[in-house]
């Protein structure tokens, strides 16, 4: 099986401009992204999407790959489907978010493993314990339920499931995804979904169109850079680290 890995990443941002450019530890957000997308040992070419030639010179500089797409794209799904159209050799594609320096390279290998697995799986993602109760609470931290086979049930703002009884945990879906290429190409193509639409998460449509998500469990440190406050404990975590 034939892996890409594809980091989509927009200037524009509302929160914080310019994100996938910010410094960390003296490289910008985006490099530090790919270099540990890189590191991946199921992993057999990484590429940068982007729509600002900023971000491109950016990568190449650095040694990077990267790939010019179009700017109307409305989620990063479409961009990623727009790369995976035209690179052809590639049977799994993984979705790494501009956004996560401190993506771990295990978690993106633990998501090619189902695919190795199961032929017929489609799609594949990430999750990890919440115990936090304001965590839970919080309609930013989007969260997931499986089946006892680690199949997705549901993805919501709210807590799920609702705590009436003990006897549940409480999982947080990390935004990661794999999808097998020709699944992507399909998936990019169907139109939105009532429960997409009204959670505002794009992952349901697959759902409610009755394909398969698996979620693997993580512990891993996710910390998605959207405010400046976020980008400071990043750079916290590169000098404690000595992550160079």
Excluded: W
Aim: with cysteine; hydrophobic share 40%; charged share 25%.
């Amino acid at each position: 099986m034939k892996v890409l890995c594809i980091i989509p990443a927009r200037y524009a941002s509302t929160r914080l401009p310019g994100k996938p450019l910010r410094d960390i530890a003296g490289k910008p957000m985006i490099v530090r992204v790919y270099e540990r997308a890189v590191r991946a040992r199921l992993v057999q070419d990484v590429v940068v999407a982007t729509d600002d030639e900023r971000i491109l010179a950016a990568v190449e500089k650095h040694g990077g790959r990267a790939v010019m797409t179009r700017a109307d794209h409305a989620t990063g799904t479409d961009r990623l489907a727009e790369v995976a159209e035209k690179m052809t050799d590639y049977d799994l594609i993984i979705n790494v978010q501009g956004d996560e320096p401190l993506i771990d390279p295990a978690v993106i290998d633990a998501l090619v493993e189902p695919f190795l697995a199961d032929g017929s799986l489609p799609m594949a993602t990430a999750k990890t314990l919440l115990t936090d109760e304001e965590e839970m609470a919080n309609p930013n931290n989007v969260k997931v339920i499986t089946d006892q086979r680690g199949n997705a049930l549901y993805f919501s703002r709210v807590r799920i499931p609702y705590a009436r009884n003990p006897g549940a945990q409480v999982y947080k879906h990390i935004g990661i995804y794999a999808y097998r290429r020709d699944f992507l190409l399909a998936y990019a193509r169907m139109a939105q979904t009532p429960l997409e639409l009204s959670e505002s998460l794009e992952q349901l449509r697959a759902l409610e169109n009755g394909h398969t998500i698996r979620v693997i469990e993580t512990d891993a440190v996710f910390i998605g850079v959207d405010t400046e406050e976020d980008l400071a404990a990043v750079n916290e975590v590169y000098q404690k680290q000595s992550i160079y």
